[in-house]
């Protein structure tokens, strides 16, 4: 079953009866719904009058359900997630820590090739210039060396969204691309911890003070979905909408379950990351040699 992403953005007291999450309004104490904790992959919390129970998170943990955290501007700025996600946790770290340094270059040289094939497949629904994307695969090494990916999302962020700049203090549609992108990194590092991961431990990403580095690695074949989404919401609103209202964050939330296309199989985003985790667990064990990605087809 998919699961769900549930989002508090007025002030609320969330608490733990018969295994589902009850939310109340916190100055009424009126009931306002309830979700059983199984059905739920994340919890967005997007007002600082909401209290949470001890009891809840202790729950949302065992179900692996990732609870992040918004700041004043309404932007996630962290997330919790359980210690345990696999039965076979030592066993699974054991693999990533003692993962060789030409294994993690062919794995980040897969991640990139993904994460421009994705670029260009964007490009060329927008019908834009893609051709020199072509090049850029082409010109791929292990380790990515040449630095393809930061040519090609030059080439891409210049053609990909009309008179944009990408900078993540910037103006609309910068905004929307941050929520997405933080939101898939919460999707990310759930999947990760669900395949017995670490998302500290990354193949590319090394910085000491960011706990998600894997996250960051793996996320980066997906954000071209992110993209396609903002790019749509941009066409349907124009420039009326630029702010991240109540609708508009519940159209970017939506990235979990947005379809993508794997292996000829149209499915969810949030079920394609389970497959993409569980598929680098593989490359670590040495049972496979190959990340599955989504293709973003042009």
């Not at 608490?15 to 309830?34: F, H, M, P, T, V």
């Not at 060329?124 to 060396?145: C, F, N």
């Not at 630095?147 to 008179?163: F, L, P, R, S, V």
Request: hydrophobic share 40%; with cysteine.
């Amino acid at each position: 079953m998919l699961k769900r992403t549930i989002y508090i953005g007025s002030p609320s007291y969330l608490s733990l009866r018969n295994r589902q999450l009850k939310i109340k309004d916190a100055e009424s104490q009126e009931e306002k719904g309830s979700i059983p904790i199984e059905d739920m992959a994340i919890l967005v919390i997007d007002h600082p009058q909401t209290t949470i129970t001890s009891a809840l998170l202790e729950m949302l943990m065992a179900q692996t359900v990732v609870v992040v955290n918004c700041d004043a501007r309404h932007l996630p700025n962290g997330m919790m997630l359980p210690l345990q996600g696999h039965s076979a946790l030592t066993q699974r770290w054991h693999y990533q820590i003692e993962a060789s340094l030409p294994l993690k270059k062919q794995l980040w040289k897969q991640t990139v090739h993904a994460k421009i094939q994705n670029q260009m497949g964007l490009l060329i629904v927008s019908e834009k210039p893609a051709s020199p994307m072509v090049r850029y695969l082409a010109q791929l090494t292990s380790g990515d060396e040449t630095n393809m990916e930061g040519i090609a999302a030059q080439h891409y962020w210049k053609h990909c969204i009309d008179d944009f700049s990408r900078n993540p203090d910037g103006p609309f549609p910068n905004n929307f691309l941050n929520y997405g992108y933080a939101i898939l990194r919460a999707l990310v590092a759930r999947a990760l911890v669900a395949s017995g991961l670490l998302p500290a431990l990354g193949i590319f990403h090394h910085n000491k003070y960011n706990p998600y580095c894997l996250a960051d690695d793996i996320m980066e074949p997906y954000r071209p979905y992110v993209d396609q989404m903002v790019i749509t919401w941009m066409e349907t609103h124009g420039g009326t909408t630029t702010e991240l209202t109540r609708e508009a964050k519940a159209y970017m939330l939506g990235i979990a379950t947005h379809d993508v296309v794997m292996d000829g199989n149209t499915r969810p985003l949030m079920v394609a990351l389970t497959t993409t985790t569980a598929s680098l667990f593989a490359c670590y064990e040495g049972s496979k040699r190959q990340i599955a990605y989504p293709v973003l087809h042009g």
